[in-house]
């Protein structure tokens, strides 16, 4: 993703986290495999079917002031944080968690 920084100006790279702070199994896992093609057989697909539930560790408030516990919460990194997020997910596996801290980034 591409936005402007409000502060410079110049356009800046982004992600977008999408989590899902409680997920369970809703069905058993299927794949599925053409093989009709002259160049070879196609990569096996798996599907494993999920249903993301409300955490207590995502709690919002909304317009009214009350608590909402959302089956997932939606995160945006810019700039040096992007980097950073960049540089550590091909690092290693990591957990994103609500209070994970990236740099100290301004976030403009």
């Known amino acids: 993703m591409q936005r402007k920084n409000k502060t410079t100006g110049a356009l ?3 992600y977008q986290i999408l989590v899902y702070p409680n997920v369970q199994a809703t069905g058993e896992i299927t794949s599925e495999s053409e093989t009709d093609s002259q160049d070879g057989a196609d990569a096996i697909e798996y599907v494993f079917p999920i249903q ?3 955490s ?3 709690a919002q408030t ?7 516990y959302p089956p997932e919460a939606i995160y945006e990194v810019w700039g ?3 980097t950073a997020f ?3 997910l091909t690092a290693e596996l990591f957990i994103f968690e ?3 801290v990236l740099t100290a980034g301004t976030g403009a």
């Open 86 to 88: 960049e540089a550590k």
């Open 80 to 82: 040096a944080d992007a």
């Open 52 to 54: 993301a539930t409300a």
């Open 62 to 68: 909304d317009a009214e002031g009350n608590s909402v």
């Open 12 to 14: 800046e790279q982004g």
């Open 98 to 100: 609500p209070d994970t």
């Open 56 to 58: 207590d560790f995502y």
